[in-house]
């Protein structure tokens, strides 16, 4: 194998397994020391820099990071149920506790650029549109059909899951920098719009439209079968306050559990799930899946609806036939069963199948391109669609996804409208901020806590059912409080704070091979990668997880290092004698708008040290 | 030294031995020896050696005296019986042990002072004996706890970490060990764990004195050019003579050989020593053979390891005594108290 190239900020991002998987790229371990630190304010920025909606996300976010988190892997085969750290809701930690931040907010433009760019929906993307070019001088106006700014935060978003003083709180932040606001206004024609002399224009509709079954009996039954996400919709702005005692809530993605629970507080009794593929296949979040049975909401698999049945207008309930997997052809597909169909009674029923997108808005001769599904087509990394001046982002873009990615993709199109405001290709994107730097500040001291925890996850706490049930304003989840918050940081491996290896100062004694807890570090003859990796001190089987190649030992052998499992506890570099390894924090700091192409660049490389 | 502990994480592969160990079970204390030190490294084949032939902690017994390397017991297997003696008297308090029970395994950890300096008579007649022990020396050619003075087994001529000469002659002891009688001698390298972790395997399993001189340099003070102990000096002129593998009666035959003369030598518990040949005129059962090659490629400035002598079905200190088959401490007052009648019987005899 060719020695690993330390210099490509893309390796060591990746061993930050948190920080790689997160749409935005937050350097998740860096805000957990702050949080352990009890430096809350300071998580909480590096969080709002990055996500934006830290307290939002801090309790809705889909968590990518977490299946990617290496304790997950570490514990595996030594805990009975291996679990990542808790990422999400220690987010939320540094929310609940950061106190006053306004004067750590970048200051307000003080001059304009004489810029105008519209963004079309108030929801996460184009709000991280407006907060990244805001600061910057241009002059943002914000249109969107509701009242008030969020999008679908507030709208499909259950209260008990997310206090509207959190959305009102963290929309606030970015409606300080004075965005010209259009509430209350929608958008019915681009064309016009256009014609309206934006300088670009940014569109975040989102996925507005929920999917219809449009079944039998449904006609008939139209005063009890919702759709969920209207449904939901409704409920967060107070039209709805009760539903029937018997509710049946159809799909298993994360909208159905939102349903299922809020049916809960609405006075539902009898609230069941009813999902048409198996359990693990359900698209809903395995949490979320745990909280709605935690509330005695039963999930029913395998059950396809086929029928309403019906009283004098009044729903009485719905047929549903029996499924199960079959081998079609080589392709596994849900297919009948063939036993009799099965008949549920209820009083009203939510629908949950999916959300589609909708762009009637958009005519179809102004040069934009649709693609076969009739979405327009985006380009994946600027944003920007075949208007050249209009760009896309969050689900409007590629289709329903999740806050995390909407601001994702605000931080991508805010980068490309800057660059296309000052004539750049927006393909040509700056590269991110990186910096290297040794936590070494003893012989055996280092900036950070090496010590790993033993500890498993924590719970959550929360809010008895028997409270919680009662009202749908309620907040579920208590939270963390600063000494679980505490706790639960410690469990994090701090991937961020590197292994790096200087082969030139190398005697290779061996030393940090035998303290390795976790065998990862290995000195052998080269090879091929696929056959290195059977031969290495243990197993290297995770191939999504690279190998650190050094040569240029003495023996004329390679230190190979399985990055995988390490549990950066820094071990190798105290037990090494010269000082060939060291332990060096990795910051990543991703591309956003007003970043200088040669500010951005490296502002430290990692340091290597020489033989004695 | 280290501030934390090892975590006690572990790699999620990480096998167990028969008795549902992993090796990490086999562990000690963390090493309060300076970063580097090759005596670690022997920790840690000690380590590997008792995970693999499937050692019950409980029946090892360690012993050592005075020095770095004498610190190590505490670092490996745990839950071992040990007891540290006084500067250069071990063997009398292994070979005291040995006696009263036999039914343990024991392994002495001495240094090159606390052999070859203070110990050395007791080192000789330990050996001369056959006390059924592996003895592994880790010797580093330096007293590192005083600082880096040249120790007895310090090469004629090598160089001090400040310049000094050392004009004495060494001490070898695998030299020594061959003509006091040992029955398994071998040398090795704490930088080379393929070759070492086999070598103590071996030794643990060999009924007998076994004596593994291990060179491991000392990282502060004798590690630098001019030392003939050295990580770099040792590598250059390290000569094996030859590579072993243990097969232990349980585990099967698996591992694949490059051609060479294969040697395969039975010892007295049904382990399996299989030698390859890497010098053609070696024969590891010739003591006399191997004494004459030894001070040949020493002239020579060579360093030799491998396995160098075996005597697979040697004696050991308790047959020459004739002891009875129980271990003594297990004897019961009824053995050990023996009628009047038995005291008439002898006292007959002398008249």
């Not at chain 1, 297919?335 to 762009?359: I, K, R, S, Y």
């Not at chain 1, 959550?460 to 939270?479: D, F, H, S, T, Y």
Request: charged share 25%; hydrophobic share 35%; aromatic share 8%.
């Amino acid at each position: 194998m060719k020695p690993t190239d330390i210099r490509d900020p893309n390796y060591f991002h990746k061993v930050v397994d948190c920080q790689w998987a997160c749409p935005a790229h937050t350097p998740v371990p860096e805000y957990i020391r702050l949080i352990a630190d009890q430096r809350y304010a300071d998580a909480y920025m590096i969080n709002w820099k990055s996500n934006v909606f830290p307290g939002i996300l801090g309790r809705t976010c889909d968590r990518p990071c977490e299946p990617a988190c290496r304790r997950g892997r570490v514990e595996e085969a030594q805990q009975e149920k291996p679990e990542p750290v808790a990422i999400c809701r220690l987010k939320r930690v540094a929310a609940d506790n950061k106190g006053e931040i306004e004067n750590l907010l970048p200051p307000l433009a003080v001059k304009k650029n004489g810029k105008r760019v519209a963004c079309i929906g108030a929801g996460p993307a184009s709000l991280t549109v407006a907060r990244d070019l805001l600061p910057l001088g241009y002059e943002v106006h914000i249109f969107d059909a509701e009242k008030k700014a969020g999008g679908m935060i507030r709208t499909q978003i259950p209260r008990f899951r997310l206090p509207e003083s959190v959305i009102d709180e963290e929309v606030g932040y970015i409606l300080r920098y004075e965005p010209v606001t259009h509430f209350g206004t929608r958008i019915d024609s681009l064309k016009k719009f256009l014609a309206e002399g934006w300088d670009a224009v940014f569109v975040g509709t989102g996925a507005p439209r929920g999917r219809d079954l449009d079944l039998p009996g449904q006609k008939e039954a139209s005063k009890n079968v919702h759709i969920g996400i209207d449904w939901l919709s409704s409920v967060s702005f107070e039209h709805i306050d009760k539903i029937g005692k018997r509710v049946i809530v159809l799909g298993g993605g994360n909208t159905a559990m939102d349903c299922c629970r809020t049916s809960r507080r609405l006075g539902g009794e009898d609230v069941k799930v009813i999902v048409r593929s198996g359990f693990d296949e359900m698209k809903a979040s395995a949490w979320e899946k745990e909280d709605a049975q935690h509330e005695g909401i039963p999930i029913i698999n395998f059950l396809n609806p086929r029928e309403f049945t019906h009283e004098n207008g009044k729903l009485t309930g719905v047929w549903f036939t029996k499924m199960h997997w079959a081998d079609e052809g080589g392709k596994r597909k849900l297919v009948p069963t063939g036993e009799p169909d099965v008949h549920f009674e209820c009083d009203d029923v939510l629908m949950a199948v999916g959300q589609e997108n909708a762009f009637p808005w958009i005519e179809r001769d102004i040069g934009m391109k649709f693609d076969k599904w009739d979405m327009p087509v985006v380009d994946p990394v600027t944003m920007q669609s075949d208007i050249k001046n209009v760009f896309f982002g969050g689900d409007a873009a590629f289709g329903p996804k999740n806050i995390i990615w909407a601001v994702a993709h605000g931080h991508d199109a805010a980068v490309s409208i800057d660059l296309f405001c000052n004539g750049q290709d927006a393909r040509v994107r700056p590269p991110p901020g990186v910096s290297m730097m040794s936590t070494k500040m003893g012989i055996h001291e280092w900036a950070y806590d090496n010590d790993v925890s033993l500890d498993i996850r924590y719970k959550v706490p929360m809010v008895e059912p028997e409270i919680a049930l009662r009202n749908v304003k309620v907040e579920v989840e208590k939270g963390f409080d600063p000494l679980l918050g505490y706790k639960e940081a410690q469990r994090c491996l701090n991937c961020d704070v590197q292994t790096v290896f200087s082969a030139g100062a190398c005697i290779e004694c061996d030393a940090c091979v035998d303290i390795c807890p976790m065998d990862c570090i290995t000195f052998t003859e080269n090879g091929e990668e696929a056959e290195l990796r059977t031969r290495l001190n243990a197993p290297a089987n995770d191939l999504t997880q690279d190998l650190y190649i050094q040569d240029g030992l003495k023996t004329g052998r390679i230190m190979a290092k399985d990055e995988d499992v390490c549990l950066h506890c820094g071990l190798c570099a105290e037990r090494c004698p010269t000082g060939a390894w060291d332990m060096q924090q990795f910051y990543l700091e991703v591309t956003q708008a007003g970043c200088k192409p040669q500010a951005a660049i490296a502002k430290r490389s990692p340091q290597l040290a020489s033989a004695k | 030294m280290t501030y934390i502990a090892k975590p006690k994480l572990h790699h999620p592969s990480l096998e167990k031995n028969a008795h549902g160990y992993t090796r990490r079970d086999y562990e000690g204390r963390i090493s309060t020896l300076c970063a580097g030190c090759g005596h670690d490294s022997i920790s840690a084949s000690i380590i590997q050696a008792c995970f693999e032939i499937d050692l019950e902690p409980h029946r090892l017994a360690k012993f050592s005296g005075i020095g770095c390397s004498s610190k190590t017991p505490d670092y490996f297997v745990s839950p071992a019986h040990g007891f540290n003696a006084v500067h250069g008297r071990m063997p009398s308090v292994l070979t005291g042990a040995n006696i009263a029970a036999k039914d343990l395994i024991y392994l002495g950890v001495s240094g090159d002072g606390d052999t070859a300096s203070i110990g050395l008579g007791q080192f000789a007649h330990a050996v001369r004996r056959g006390v059924n022990m592996t003895y592994i020396v880790e010797n580093n050619g330096v007293y590192g706890l005083t600082k880096g003075q040249f120790s007895a087994t310090s090469d004629k001529g090598s160089k001090a970490k400040k310049g000094a000469e050392n004009k004495d002659s060494a001490i070898d002891l695998v030299m020594l060990a061959l003509q006091l009688g040992a029955t398994y001698v071998g040398r090795s390298f704490s930088g080379d764990k393929h070759q070492l972790v086999p070598l103590i395997k071996g030794a643990l399993s060999h009924k007998g004195t076994a004596i593994l001189d291990v060179i491991s340099p000392c990282v502060a003070f004798n590690n630098h050019v001019g030392s003939t102990k050295s990580f770099d000096y040792v590598r250059e002129h390290n000569e094996a003579v030859n590579r072993m593998d243990v097969i232990t009666p349980r585990a099967p035959i698996t591992a694949e050989y490059a051609p060479g003369e294969l040697k395969e030598v039975r010892q007295h518990d049904g382990s399996i020593l299989r030698l390859r040949k890497l010098e053609d005129d070696y024969d590891s059962t010739d003591r006399y053979a191997a004494l004459s090659y030894l001070a040949h490629k020493s002239a020579q400035g060579e360093i030799v390891t491998g396995l160098l002598f075996v005597e697979p079905d040697a004696s050991d200190l308790h047959d020459s005594l004739n002891t009875v088959d129980c271990a003594l401490n297990k004897l019961e007052d009824a053995e050990l108290v023996p009628p009047p009648s038995a005291l008439a019987k002898i006292n007959d005899g002398f008249r």
